[in-house]
Each structure stands twice: as C-alpha cells, then as structure tokens.
C-alpha cells in the first residue's frame, strides 16, 4: 500500500466513529429498540446499546444493522470484533444504507477482517458516493487518484469526485482537488467539471 493511500486510509478510520454515530434512528422495523439504542449510546452506555441494537438489528432495522456494525468494529460496548462488524455491514450495505456500504470500503482499504482489496473498496465507496454520501465520494476520489492493485488510476474521474464533495464543504475534497488539478490536461479538468455539474445523487435507503 502506498504511503499516500496509507495516510488516507487512517484518516478514513478516524472518520468512521462520526459516521453511523451521529444520526437518529429512521428506518422501519423494531424502531423502539433502535431508539433506546441511541439513546443509551449517547450517555455512554455502551454495553446497553450494543445489546438493543442487536435486537433490532437481528429484526432486520437496517439503521441498527449498520450502528452496531460500528460498535463492533471501533470496540464500543465490548472487544472489536471485525467479523461480526462485516456482517451488520453488508446487511446494511445490502439495504443500500451508504454508511455501511462506506465502512465496508474503509474496512476493505485497511484489510480488517479480510484480506485488503482496493477493488472492493472502490466498489463500497461507489455505492455510497452515488448516493451523495461525501466522506465516500472523498475516499473514492482518492484511492482513484492513487490507484492500486485492481483499481487503475484515473486523475480526471478522481478530480470530478473532489469537485463534488468540495461543493459540499469537505475540506479534505478541496485539498485533493487543488492538489490534483494541475495534473490534469485543459480536456480531461473540462469533462470532470461537467460530469460533476451532472452529477445527481441515486435514491438513497428507504426511512
């Protein structure tokens, strides 16, 4: 891994514990649990949120599935546990919730519980930036940018990324923007402001 993909990749990581953690529950299903879930997870009880959003994770609330995926990868509320973290995540992910389907690229990027593979990684962030999820559409712009094994660089398609989440104040998105512009041709930086300026996001996961 390179040094570049190696400094994004960890800055993902601390990005991570604000992703799922800071929204209320709001999908379908055992909404009651999920709730008191949150609840209990903003005072700091752990141990009390981990077991009720497993109860309505196991009922199939996809905002559960996806917030205790997070406590079982960052360790909150008892050991890390990657495998069960990738478990609640592609459950989530399969509902298409983006911040699964995110954390399962940072997860992926890292190797953490599997093998590392850039392609899966670029795949998860994909799905989640389509959505006009920006901590992926960073991430996808970024590892694009670098490249890596199954993933070919491709500087235009990283900077029409940046562009998009530079325009909704990700800070990290304008660096890697203004960093990469200049590496590109007059065409390739034409066509990736256009495609950016197309850009509409895809139907996110149903509340």
């Given at each position: 891994?390179t040094?570049?993909?190696?400094?994004?990749?960890?800055a993902?990581?601390?990005?991570?514990?604000?992703?799922?953690?800071s929204?209320?529950?709001?999908f379908?299903?055992p909404?009651?649990?999920?709730a008191?879930?949150?609840?209990?997870?903003?005072?700091?009880?752990?141990?009390?949120?981990?077991?009720?959003y497993?109860t309505?994770?196991?009922?199939?609330?996809t905002?559960?599935?996806?917030?205790?995926?997070?406590m079982?990868?960052?360790?909150k509320?008892?050991?890390?546990?990657f495998?069960?973290?990738?478990?609640?995540y592609?459950?989530?992910?399969?509902?298409n919730?983006?911040?699964?389907?995110?954390?399962?690229?940072?997860?992926?990027?890292?190797?953490?519980?599997?093998?590392?593979?850039?392609?899966?990684?670029?795949?998860?962030?994909?799905?989640?930036?389509?959505?006009g999820?920006v901590?992926?559409?960073?991430?996808?712009?970024?590892?694009?940018?670098?490249?890596?094994?199954?993933?070919?660089?491709d500087?235009?398609?990283?900077?029409k990324?940046?562009?998009?989440?530079?325009?909704?104040?990700?800070?990290?998105?304008?660096?890697?923007m203004?960093?990469?512009?200049?590496?590109l041709?007059?065409?390739?930086?034409?066509?990736?402001?256009?495609?950016?300026?197309d850009?509409?996001?895809?139907?996110?996961?149903?509340?």
């Open positions: 891994m040094a570049a993909i190696r400094n994004c990749a960890f993902l990581a601390a990005v991570l514990t604000l992703t799922n953690l929204v209320g529950p709001a379908a299903g909404a009651e649990d999920a008191e879930a949150f609840a209990a997870e903003q005072k700091g009880d752990f141990p009390t949120a981990l077991r009720l497993r309505a994770a196991l009922a199939g609330n905002y559960a599935q996806g917030n205790l995926g997070t079982y990868h960052t360790g509320g008892g050991p890390k546990n495998t069960e973290a990738l478990r609640w592609t459950e989530a992910a399969k509902a919730y983006a911040d699964s389907q995110f954390n399962l690229g940072i997860m992926n990027e890292l190797g953490e519980g599997m093998k590392q593979d850039f392609a899966a990684a670029a795949k998860w962030y994909r799905l989640a930036a389509e959505q999820y901590p992926a559409q960073t991430a996808l712009g970024t590892l694009t940018a670098a490249g890596g094994p199954g993933v070919t660089p500087r235009g398609e990283a900077y990324w940046f562009v998009i989440a530079a325009a909704k104040g990700d800070d990290q998105a304008k660096k890697r203004a960093a990469i512009a200049g590496r041709t007059p065409e390739q930086k034409a066509k990736a402001e256009k495609d950016a300026a850009f509409k996001p895809k139907e996110a996961a149903k509340k």
